[in-house]
């Protein structure tokens, strides 16, 4: 089984890291990448079990986080969505040297909800997980739909996911299922408070995965850190919003 993982690396400037979500792979960031690469170095990886990193397996964070250390830039700012804002999160919180600014996008330290955290009802992560075991290409379309689910432009937003997603190999079943496994169990709220670095986060007012109002409690978690809602956006605001998007994160690595 493969070690090393995919990175693509466009552009001059300032590094920058892109870290995909559950079930995507680095290609979701293609928009992104044209528009940023004339500002930023802009680095994008398929993380262990995703795209052309299929062969990849990691079976913890920490694990992940190992593996795109080895071969992301000494320093760089560093942007994980969803899934990957965890990523992002625990190498800010555990490889603080190589993190310069952490940003994340439609992600929260916690995803599954536990009163009064807001999040995913833990029985829909259970029902995916379920789902995966009988037919994970079809978990994936419908993962797909609940991410753009509420957002004006819907049809066009899961359309691009499912365009880009399939430019590249299927995802690895079981990296599948330790995303979720991630996602359902991992609890960073405590720590938060240990992030150093300058610290952005963004959401999507529509979005029904990581509930909007998460933006306030983490204002407690984190007073230091910034944050911004995109109004029109669900859960891929980099898609609906790209050139909104793509300002607050120029706007944000000239700080």
Request: aromatic share 8%; proline share 5%; net charge negative.
């Amino acid at each position: 089984m493969s070690t090393s993982l995919y990175w693509q690396r466009e552009g001059e400037g300032k590094d920058l890291v892109l870290i995909h979500g559950w079930g995507m792979n680095g290609a979701v960031w293609k928009q992104t990448v044209e528009a940023l690469s004339s500002h930023f170095r802009v680095h994008v990886v398929d993380l262990p079990g995703y795209g052309y990193s299929a062969d990849s397996h990691a079976g913890d964070l920490q694990e992940m986080a190992e593996k795109v250390l080895a071969d992301a830039p000494d320093q760089a700012i560093w942007l994980g969505w969803s899934l990957g804002g965890l990523v992002a999160t625990h190498i800010a919180l555990h490889y603080p040297q190589r993190v310069t600014k952490l940003v994340t996008v439609a992600s929260s330290p916690k995803f599954s909800a536990e009163r009064p955290w807001r999040g995913i009802q833990p029985d829909v992560l259970a029902a995916f997980t379920e789902q995966l075991a009988q037919d994970f290409s079809a978990t994936v379309e419908r993962f797909m739909a609940l991410q753009a689910m509420g957002s004006p432009t819907a049809k066009q937003d899961i359309k691009l996911l499912k365009d880009a997603v399939l430019t590249r190999p299927a995802p690895n079943p079981d990296a599948l299922m330790t995303g979720l496994e991630l996602l359902a169990e991992v609890d960073l709220r405590s720590q938060l408070c240990d992030i150093s670095m300058p610290f952005l986060r963004l959401y999507g007012r529509l979005d029904g995965l990581v509930p909007a109002k998460v933006a306030k409690d983490m204002d407690i978690l984190h007073a230091g850190s910034e944050s911004h809602i995109f109004s029109q956006s669900s859960h891929a605001p980099f898609m609906t919003e790209p050139e909104e998007f793509c300002s607050q994160l120029i706007d944000f690595g000239k700080k």
